[in-house]
Every structure is written in C-alpha cells, then in structure tokens.
Nanobody
Framework: QVQLVESGGGLVQPGGSLRLSCAAS????????MNWYRQAPGKERELVAL???????NYADSVKGRFTISRDNAKNTVYLQMNSLKPEDTAVYYC?????????WGQGTQVTVSS
C-alpha cells in the first residue's frame, strides 16, 4: 500500500532553515508528481510546492525564492529545503501524491518558526 512518511520538522528561529523529507513507498515513485502542502491553525491546507517526476518544480508565491523542492528517485524521497523562515511559515507540512486511483497523504510534520 502507499505510504508517505515525513520527517525533519521542528522549532526554528526566524531566518533559520529546515529540510523536510518524505519517504515514499507502494507506488512507482518516479512516475508521479509529488506535492508539499501545509496547514496553519485555523487556515485551509495550501499547496506549497510540487515537483514532476523529471524534476520540474513550481512554488506558491509566498515561498518562492526561499523554499526548494527536490527529489531523489533512486531513494523514493522528496525534500523541501526551507530557508529564511518566517513566523507565518508555521504549520503542519504534509507530503502528498495523487496516483489517479487515490489521493495519499503523510501524517504531517510540525514546523514552528518562533523566537
């Protein structure tokens, strides 16, 4: 079955960096677009970044120039490098894949940006 396991969240000061990882299994990883979403308290879940199987990436305007999504198809893992973090980046971050059969989510990892 499809599994997505996020890691790398934590508490960081404004201006700091974190790298999130999402280990995927149960599907042919290289064939699918992988997405990172986030959900802040009291807000709707929003798409942060996505990357195609070939490595083409797109970003939400709010994170352009600060976040970088990447993937390692040999390791079935997608990453989100987050730099210049702001308090408004505080959220639970989720890895997501839509395989055409279903829509799968990881358990989420908390990112808190605070001094």
């Amino acid at each position: 079955q499809v599994q997505l396991v996020e890691s790398g969240g934590g508490l960081v000061q404004p201006g700091g960096s974190l790298r999130l990882s999402c280990a995927a299994s149960g599907f042919i990883f290289r064939r699918y677009v992988m997405n990172w979403y986030r959900q802040a308290p009291g807000k709707e879940r929003e798409l942060v970044a996505l990357i195609s199987g070939a490595g083409s990436a797109n970003y939400a305007d709010s994170v352009k120039g600060r976040f970088t999504i990447s993937r390692d198809n040999a390791k079935n893992t997608v990453y989100l490098q987050m730099n210049s973090l702001k308090p408004e980046d505080t959220a639970v971050y989720y890895c997501n894949v839509m395989t055409g059969v279903d829509d799968y989510w990881g358990q989420g990892t908390q990112v808190t940006v605070s001094s």
